[in-house]
T-cell receptor, first 111, second 114 residues
């Protein structure tokens, strides 16, 4: 069946550091892929998405490229800020419009 | 913009009690979902609905019930609360099942069963 695996957290970085959060998936076919972000005490917000192979999703300085060869969708940002501290979820869109999530990666950015 | 609204935000239940988590959306979305979020486990789908009058089980439905009498509302019922149901619950909605449809989430309901 479909599944998503993310790198374990927590990830702690200094401000302006480069961020990579790894995400790999197992799926039948080529599902759409998403990154959601959850700020403390809030619900999930869509950060970016990619709907087909080689697509690059981007938003707020974050990027992720849909790599079908490596079944990956790693999240990157060139220079993180304290305000980026949150939990990040990688997800794929399964049958029937159901999102399948990874376990989440907590990011903490220190000034 | 109200979007997806969940109530209550926080609740403490005793073992064996019952309660309903309310969810309503004002976007006229056909699809609605209930997820639970446990630490280090991501979100797991409890139940979902593709339209009024239609519901189906997700990955972890045991101990829960849902109904979808209107397009707007999708309440989640816990009949006999157990400590294993201590979790954060998220309601979500989308217009359809394809990738062009964004899934919107509510702000969550923190439930503790003691």
């Amino acid at each position: 069946g479909n599944s998503v695996t993310q790198m374990e957290g927590p990830v702690t970085l200094s401000e302006e550091a480069f961020l990579t959060i790894n995400c790999t998936y197992t799926a039948t076919g080529y599902p759409s892929l998403f990154w959601y972000v959850q700020y403390p005490g809030e619900g999930l917000q869509l950060l970016l998405k990619a709907t087909k192979a080689d697509d690059k999703g981007s938003n707020k300085g974050f990027e992720a490229t849909y790599r079908k060869e490596t079944t990956s969708f790693h999240l990157e940002k060139g220079s993180v800020q304290v305000s980026d501290s949150a939990v990040y979820f990688c997800a794929l869109l399964g049958q029937g419009g159901k999102l399948i999530f990874g376990q989440g990666t907590e990011l903490s950015v220190k000034p | 913009n109200a979007g997806v609204t969940q109530t209550p935000k926080f609740r403490i239940l005793k073992i064996g009690q019952s309660m309903t988590l309310q969810c309503t959306q004002d976007m006229n979305h056909n699809y609605m979902y209930w997820y639970r979020q446990d630490p280090g486990m991501g979100l797991k789908l409890i139940y979902y609905s593709v339209g009024a009058g239609i519901t189906d089980k997700g990955e972890v439905p045991n101990g829960y019930n849902v109904s979808r009498s209107t397009t707007e509302d999708f309440p989640l019922r816990l009949e006999l609360a157990a400590p294993s149901q201590t979790s954060v619950y998220f309601c979500a909605s989308s217009q359809g099942a394809t990738s062009g449809n964004t899934i919107y989430f509510g702000e969550g309901s923190w439930l503790t069963v003691v």
